[in-house]
């Protein structure tokens, strides 16, 4: 049980940004009716799909520079700047007085919003190999369960009269759920970032044979390599 404890703040994680990634989708096209964008209801479908086809945009656009971020300041980092972009940008989301500023909220959402990626990369370094396939079938379980809660949250909570928007009590509770994730990490998630270094240490001196040395070459000869030689110091006579 303990080989998991490190992985619970991940899954916290991914389960409240699939919550503010998916409040949007059952209260979209009454969102468009809110701001007036159209009275033409053929035209619902199409604009409110903008409202997850900007969350997805931003994160397409910075997904590498995150990944690589992560490579460098650690995967705890680039998890908390996920979250704090979903607190942040759901309240926007809630109070936004026009459309505009709505699909705005949600695309710097997805910007800086690396967190799926992150925590698949991160598994192989909180987990034993041995318990590494139901890690990943676990955290990807619990987006899928906050895909379930976040549209549910969204309908369930749209309340015409509200401030901002009606469905900014929705917003609320999902950038309350971001921040007790946030908390969740910042408190029990490890930094892997030297643990990177030593596994990398380990597999380096995994593939060095003990009191093997490498062949001595000639310059501008290349040594034969035969079967089953290779050890202790290598001459090559120049038969020419």
Known sequence: MREWLPLAP??????????AMSVPMPIGPFLVLFFGVTNDKRELGYTAGFFISSFMLGRMISSYPLGLASDIYGRRVVIQLGLVSCFVFSLVFG???????????????GAFNGIIGVSKAVVPELVPPSHRARAMSAITGMWGLGTIFGPALGGLLWIPGSPGTPSFWSSVVSAGIAMLALAAVALYMPDTRGRRAA??????????IPGRQ???QIPGRQPPVREGEGYGIELVRDEG
């Open 10 to 19: 991940v899954a916290c994680a991914l389960f409240a940004n699939a919550i």
């Open 199 to 208: 596994d990398a240490a380990s597999a380096q001196e995994a593939t060095q």
């Open 214 to 216: 490498p062949p001595v």
């Open 95 to 109: 109070m936004a007085p026009t459309f505009g500023i709505a699909i705005l909220s949600r695309f710097l959402m």
